[in-house]
Every structure is written in structure tokens, then in C-alpha cells.
């Protein structure tokens, strides 16, 4: 394993960081900029990289997430176990200390190892090299999408259109950890809002508008009034504070679930990496 690390910036700032950790280490590392300002041109880099430099395989992690010890070897035992051109590994939550256990999705894994999936994201991930090669799949993350999110989604969904076959390993586990600022109610409902967006954005990339018009059309409606016949189940909150207060939560993203379809319907495409986030 080389490590790459891709400075998405006008210039080389950490270029003594990486030599520092390339000397206490003993590893490989490798340090490339990308000045195209966008998550997709800083992962097209590090595909494209590994690819022109004769890698077999690249391997994603991103920056506010610390791998667990035997993460790599995992990834590697499964490229060996399953005939797969995406290996895509689970990422688990660490939240703030203080974060109240209403606000905390539990953690559940749904798929046995090995499930063929249609779909990842680009946060734990290994993909083989021919994957970006003009003689092989020929794709790339789209720099459409730099400042909206749900690249990562477009381009793992196109692999599998293509007919790449992402493959699910649940053991081969990465810790996000989750910031202050993304624990307030208001950043919950906006991602919300904005990820119905990109999904519906998504289906129009695949199926055309027409059809993604009428899906977030109708997935819009039935989100509002999920959420709403929801909502009154927050009259617990005196009672059993928690699950009111859940239930609370869950009708309000409904709800911005349902206003994030309809904003699609007239246009609305919202850019919150446009600026850092987390600090």
C-alpha cells in the first residue's frame, strides 16, 4: 500500500505535514494537488493517479474518518474473496460526547457480506483502476456536482450501469467523526432537504426529467404527509421525553424530505460545499 494524498487547493500546504508523517511512518507517501476546486476532481485525482502510475486498485477514505486497524487487510482479503470492481465498507458514526440519544441514528446493518449493490458513496470504498481507464470503464466523478454533494452516488451508480459490480463488506470498518455543527437540528433538516434533491437530481441523470418529475412529485407528497401524520406522536415528549423528541425529529426530516422533492420541481440546487465544513 502507497498512500496519496490529494491537497484540493491553489497550492501546496501541507507538503511538511506529509513529509513528516512520511518519516515517522516508514510508509509511501505520496502528495499530488488538485487546484480544481471540488470533491470530484480531488477523487478523479487520486482514481486517475493510481491508474496512469500502473495501481491495481484505489482506495478511499476520507478525511474526518480514522480507520480501524484491520481495515486494509480487510479490504485486501476481499478483493481476493469476490469478483468485484467496487469493494465498498461501512462507515460507522462517532458523535459528539454531549449529543443527546434522540438525535443519534442507531447503527444497523441490513446486508450480509458479499450483496451485489446498485450503489455506494465514496467514503470507504476500493475500486479498481480500470474503472477510470479510457480502455476500461472509462468513468469519472462528475465536476457537475463539486459544490451540491451526491457525486459520489452519480459515479458508483454509473459503475454498476456500466456493469462494474460493487460488492458490500461489512467488516471492513471506518469511524466518521461527526462534528459539533452537524448536530444542530437546522444542519439535520437542510442535509435532508438537500439530499432529496440530489437523489431526484440523480434520477433525472439515469432516467431523464420527465420521469424524475413525476417521482419527486409524488415521493414529495407522501414524505409531507408521512411527516405530518407523524408529527403528532411528539405529544410523548412530557411523558417519554426521548421517543417524543425522536419522533419529533423524524416527522421534521419527513417533512424536509418531502419540501427537498417539490424544491427540485422548480429548479432549486442548493451548495453547501461551496465553503469548509467542520472547521
Not at 71 to 88: G, K, Q, S
Not at 204 to 225: D, H, I, T, Y
Not at 249 to 277: C, N, T, W
Request: positive net charge.
Amino acid at each position: 500500500m502507497d498512500i496519496l494524498v490529494v491537497e484540493n487547493n491553489d497550492q501546496l500546504t501541507v507538503s511538511d505535514l506529509v513529509e513528516r508523517q512520511r518519516q515517522t511512518s516508514g510508509r509511501n507517501i505520496l502528495l499530488v494537488l488538485e487546484p480544481e476546486l471540488g470533491i470530484p476532481f480531488a477523487r478523479n485525482r487520486c482514481g486517475v493517479y493510481a491508474q496512469e502510475h500502473g495501481y491495481d486498485w484505489a482506495l478511499y477514505i476520507d478525511d474526518d474518518e480514522v480507520a480501524r486497524a484491520d481495515w486494509f487487510h480487510t479490504m485486501v482479503e476481499a478483493t481476493r474473496a469476490y469478483e468485484a470492481d467496487v469493494i465498498y465498507g461501512r462507515v460507522i458514526s462517532i458523535y459528539p460526547k454531549d449529543t443527546p440519544s434522540w438525535m443519534i441514528t442507531p447503527e444497523m446493518n441490513k446486508r450480509p457480506r458479499g450483496s451485489v449493490l446498485r450503489k455506494a458513496e465514496g467514503h470507504n470504498t476500493m475500486v479498481r483502476t480500470h474503472v477510470f481507464a479510457p480502455a476500461g470503464l472509462g468513468l469519472s466523478f462528475d465536476g457537475n456536482m463539486r459544490f451540491t454533494g451526491g457525486s459520489d452516488t452519480d459515479f458508483f451508480s454509473r459503475v454498476a450501469l456500466a456493469g462494474g459490480k460493487i460488492i458490500w463488506v461489512d467488516d471492513a470498518v471506518v469511524e466518521e467523526l461527526v462534528p459539533d455543527n452537524r448536530m444542530t437540528l437546522s444542519w439535520q433538516l437542510h442535509r435532508t432537504f438537500r439530499v432529496a434533491i440530489n437523489i431526484s437530481v440523480l434520477h433525472e441523470k439515469q432516467r431523464g426529467k420527465p420521469p424524475a418529475l413525476l417521482r419527486s412529485a409524488v415521493k414529495g407528497f407522501g414524505r409531507l404527509l408521512g411527516g405530518f401524520v407523524r408529527l403528532p406522536l411528539a405529544i410523548l415528549i412530557p411523558i417519554m421525553p426521548d421517543k417524543g423528541k425522536r419522533h419529533a425529529l423524524q416527522a421534521a426530516k419527513q417533512i424536509a424530505s418531502g419540501l427537498g422533492s417539490f424544491a427540485y420541481l422548480i429548479g432549486v440546487r442548493p451548495q453547501p460545499y461551496r465553503k469548509v465544513d467542520g472547521g
